[in-house]
């Protein structure tokens, strides 16, 4: 099956113009929304899911297509495999996280990371522990919210050092960031995530986020 001449031969203008303005016009569209994506893709995953290794020819080629939905096949595949992951897959990550950065794509691929960081810890010292002083907004970003979903298991002296050394970027979406994690925490242990914000100088947005449960 020829996955990428499916969604060409169903591309559709009227949706296109629309998706590629939400996403402030940064990537061109196909039009094609989740649910078409999905059924499209329905079959091809069905056997690609089976898959003994990592195809990383297909995920940076998808990533070297202009049109935005296949840099969604790809991190979609990702999902489907997820559990091949292992450490040594980070420096290939990291170029996805960097390449054709906006919100929607990195925040997809930070399931996947906080998946691979919770069953191999080293991964959280060895490459996301970098991520925190990294130059891109984007590794940093990652690095405040990839243990989103570990409740419990949540390391809170990395999530500290992640959140202060970024917390006066004036970026928006490191700010953002920082507030989601906090949030996403205090479904945990609410008096922490109080006193932390309480303890230290943190944004505006940052606070009204994290504060939305305590």
């Given amino acids: 099956m020829d996955i990428f001449k499916l969604f060409y031969d169903n591309r559709n203008e009227e949706q296109a ?20 994506r999905g059924a499209l893709s329905k079959d091809f995953f069905n056997k690609r899911k089976k898959d003994s290794e990592i195809d990383w020819d297909f995920i940076f080629k998808c990533y070297h297509m202009s049109e935005r939905e296949f840099q969604y096949l790809a991190i979609d ?14 420096d290939n990550i990291e170029k996805l996280l960097i390449t054709k950065s906006w919100w929607d794509s990195v925040d997809a691929i930070n ?3 906080g998946h691979i960081a919770m069953k191999y810890p080293e991964v959280k010292e060895d490459v996301i522990l970098q991520w925190i002083e990294s130059d891109n907004i984007w590794l940093n970003r990652i690095s405040i919210i990839f243990q989103l979903r570990y409740k ?6 990395f999530l500290s050092k992640a959140i202060l050394q970024n917390s006066q970027t004036g970026e928006f979406f490191i700010d953002k960031a920082i507030g989601w994690a906090l949030r996403e925490y205090s479904k945990t242990d609410r008096d922490w995530v109080k006193n932390f914000i309480e303890s230290h100088y943190l944004s505006k947005l940052s606070i009204r986020e994290g504060s939305k449960y305590i």
Avoid: R
């Fill in 17 to 36: 113009e629309p998706m590629a303005k939400y996403m402030k016009n940064l990537f061109p569209f196909l039009g094609l929304k989740k649910p078409e």
């Fill in 77 to 90: 595949y990702m999902e489907k495999v997820i559990n091949l992951f292992v450490p040594d897959d980070m």
């Fill in 111 to 113: 399931k996947i990371v």
């Fill in 152 to 157: 419990e298991n949540t390391d809170t002296s």
